[in-house]
Structures are given as structure tokens and as C-alpha cells.
């Protein structure tokens, strides 16, 4: 049976250990040098880069957020032991984990990293469709001839050299298609290195719970558990037409999964829908020029994410919750898109304007949606804000500055407040 080892990555017959360096980090499987469509996710990777970057955090429980009335972003394993979950409340992860360390998030540093992976997958195959920062699918078919390597081999190099020159591990799932890979690099995390193949498919599904289906949230769980769906052998009883009755479009889609069928590609680009900013307040804030600092913050931090992408946006939204948990959205579309803070940052001080406040609140966001490219957007010259062009003009000598200094060389004076 073909083998592997992780560490030296020397490839081999079937064996506990690695006959070249003994190491027990053997991945055997008789289809490893057949498969090629994987998934990549980093093991808890905000709490990763913390540790990394702060050694004394190493052996201690981190949880990633905004403090005591936030939410948590990420945890690393030690805290996960304990019960912590991503979008836990804080106060509810502190109970679970009160020896735990808190640590902001450093969103900058953690798109750094997540590009210097992404060129090292870069250098395996063009076929990359990032899911996140931390995840992505890559497709390496018709790799081994420009490697001399088969795929698996390419993977298990790709998260070694992850961890000797970034410092970040990372666990992969290697199948034939992009639904079986996402659920093999959930199967041995962390530092993971699973396999589903072909032959086995129908054998390893059939008594695993549905909840594995990604994109099946907690209301798509118990629509499929109210109609007697708990495994995917629940599952595969439904005839297709009956699925699609009950189920809808999403009907279809069961059939094909409970059979182990998923014939999506691997997409290179994947639209972004909308980039927004939001921050929960450890305590509750009326005053308005407090607001009034944070709002300009946020839109600041959308305006320099949609700079990096080259993209630029036509709606405008601001979500507030209140200090009893009501959530307020409101949006508004510019006549042309926009990707600069002086205008997000005035409309979504327009719509905040607009309404009346009668309490504090505990959370507030800015977002901008219907993307385009950059270069069609921020057209100068609007009748109604005659002073726009000059903000404008002095915004783009103000990136220019950052750029060159740091994205602390020069700020407004409202983002002090």
C-alpha cells in the first residue's frame, strides 16, 4: 500500500513508521497516489499567529476577541478543550475557560500570513479557491509530471514548509472531490493528514451523522432531522424526487452527497460578496462623539480592505444592536461605487443621523455591497459636496503616506475620540 511520511516526506510500501527517519507520522491509504482534490484549513490560525508571534502564550489557553461582551473570533486547542467554540459569547467562554488569555485580533497581520501561504500554494497549482484566510480547496490534477511528485507528496510539503518558515500548522483532507476533502481535514486536526477514496466512499458515509454536510447550519439540521434524516444512510433511503419535494433546489443537492457525488470544480475566483467592519463596545455607548470615532474607524478599515482587493462598492450598510439585543440595519445606494473612508464613512454618518436613538448601543458596523472594480468608481466632481474632489485628493496623499511610513503615520482626529 503506498505511504508517506510527513516529516522527511519520503514515500514508501506500507510501514508504522518511516524507514528513513522513523518518524509514526505515516499517511498510507491504497488510493494516495491517485487522488488530487484536497482541502487545506490552518489549525486554529488567529490563536496560531498569537502564539507565534508571543512565545509566552505557547502552552496557555488563547481565545481571539473583543473583550468580555464581544464574541469569540477563534480559540486555540487548549481552549477548545474546555469547550470553547468560534461565536461563542465571550462572557460564556470565560466561564468555560476563565485561566484563558484574550487577545484582539490583528486582522493585518493574519491577512500577511494568510499570503504567504497563499503563494507557497501558488507554486503547486493554479487551481487554489480560498475559502477563507485560513482554508482553501486546490485541485493539483495533472501536477505529478511538473513536480515528479504525486499530490499527496506536494500537500504533505506544502504544510511542512507551512510550519518550518511560517510557524503555522495546517491539516489536509485529500479526496476526489471538494465535499469529501473538507470533511477528510476535519477528520484528524490538528496537523492532519486524511484520505477518502474513491473505493470507500459509500462504506465511510453511511453512518455518519449529516451534520458533516458543510453549509448545513443548525435550521437545515433540523429540517433534515424533523424528516427523519440523522445519517447519511437516512439519507440515501429518499428517493430523488421525494428530496427535492420536501427539500427544494437543496433536494438535488442531498441525492448527490448521500452518494458521495460532488461534481462542483475548484473555482480560482470566488466573488466577494461585500467587506464590512463591526466591533462590539465593552460597554454600552450613547455619547455620540464616541460613536461618531468608531464609525469613522470602521469605515475606514472597509476602505483600506476594499484598496488591497481593487474593489470598490454601490451600497452602503450600518447595523447597530442595542443594549437589549435589538438588531438595526439600515443601507443606502450611491448614485456611483466607492471605495474611499471620506464617503463610506459620510454616508453611513447619514444614515446614522437619520434615526432616532433611544438607548445606548453595544455594537456597531459598517459594510459596503454591489462590488466592482476600483477603476470604475469615486468619479470626482458631485454637485452636492462640492469639497468631495479636495477630500479625496488629500485621502489618496494619505495612502500614499501609510504605504510608505505605516498605517500610523498620519490619522484623523476623529479617530481619536
Known amino acids: 500500500m503506498p505511504a508517506l511520511c510527513r516529516d522527511c516526506l519520503e514515500t514508501f510500501d506500507d510501514a ?26 490552518c489549525d486554529a490560525f488567529y490563536a496560531s499567529v498569537e502564539k507565534r ?39 460564556q467562554a470565560l466561564k468555560l475557560c476563565p485561566e484563558a488569555v484574550v487577545v484582539k485580533g490583528r486582522m493585518d497581520t493574519y491577512v500577511q500570513v494568510s499570503k504567504q501561504i497563499r503563494e507557497m500554494m501558488e507554486e503547486l497549482t493554479p487551481s487554489i479557491e ?38 503555522i500548522t495546517g491539516s489536509i483532507g485529500l479526496s476526489h472531490n471538494k465535499f469529501l476533502a473538507k470533511i477528510a481535514s476535519d477528520l484528524d486536526k490538528p496537523r492532519g493528514f486524511s484520505v477518502i477514496g474513491a473505493a470507500e ?18 435550521v437545515g439540521q433540523a429540517s433534515l432531522n424533523k424528516a427523519g434524516i440523522h445519517t447519511f444512510s437516512d439519507l440515501k433511503r429518499w428517493e430523488r424526487q421525494a428530496l427535492h419535494e420536501r427539500f427544494g433546489t437543496m433536494g438535488e443537492r442531498l441525492w448527490h452527497l448521500a452518494r458521495g457525488e460532488d461534481h462542483r470544480p475548484v473555482k480560482r475566483d470566488r466573488a466577494v460578496k461585500g467587506v464590512s467592519n463591526e466591533t462590539t463596545f465593552n460597554e454600552d455607548i450613547s455619547d455620540p462623539d464616541l460613536l461618531d470615532g468608531h464609525l469613522w474607524r470602521m ?25 437589549d439585543f435589538k438588531l438595526i440595519t439600515r443601507r443606502t445606494t450611491l448614485p456611483d461605487a466607492t471605495q474611499t473612508a471620506d464617503r463610506i464613512y459620510n454616508t453611513a454618518r447619514t444614515l446614522f443621523d437619520r434615526m432616532t436613538h433611544p438607548t445606548p448601543y453595544r455594537l456597531l458596523g459598517v459594510g459596503v455591497a454591489d462590488l466592482i472594480p476600483d477603476h470604475l468608481a469615486d468619479r470626482e466632481g458631485n454637485l452636492l459636496d462640492p469639497q468631495e474632489a479636495a477630500r479625496l485628493k488629500a485621502e489618496r496623499a494619505t495612502d500614499a503616506i501609510r504605504d510608505r511610513f505605516g498605517a500610523d503615520a498620519i490619522l484623523k482626529g476623529r479617530a481619536l475620540r
Open 16 to 41: 508504522r513508521r518511516c524507514p528513513a527517519c522513523r518518524s509514526p507520522r505515516v499517511t498510507s491509504h491504497p488510493e494516495l497516489y491517485d487522488l488530487s482534490i484536497a482541502h487545506m484549513d
Open 53 to 91: 508571534d508571543n512565545p509566552d502564550l505557547r502552552d496557555k489557553p488563547v481565545i481571539i476577541g473583543g473583550g468580555r461582551r464581544g464574541v469569540v473570533s477563534t480559540a486555540c486547542y487548549i481552549a477548545r478543550i474546555k469547550g470553547v467554540r468560534s461565536a461563542m459569547p465571550m462572557f
Open 130 to 167: 480560498p475559502l477563507s484566510l485560513d482554508e482553501a480547496f486546490m485541485d493539483l490534477t495533472g501536477t505529478t509530471r511538473l513536480h515528479g511528485k504525486p499530490p499527496a507528496a506536494m500537500l504533505a510539503r506544502l504544510v511542512k514548509r507551512m510550519r518550518d518558515e511560517i510557524g
Open 201 to 218: 466512499t459509500q462504506d465511510f458515509l453511511h453512518d455518519k451523522p449529516v451534520r458533516m454536510i458543510w453549509g448545513i447550519g443548525a
Open 299 to 323: 469605515a475606514e478599515k472597509v476602505s483600506d480592505r476594499l484598496k488591497a482587493k481593487s474593489i470598490a462598492g454601490r451600497t452602503v450598510t450600518l447595523k447597530l444592536k442595542r443594549a
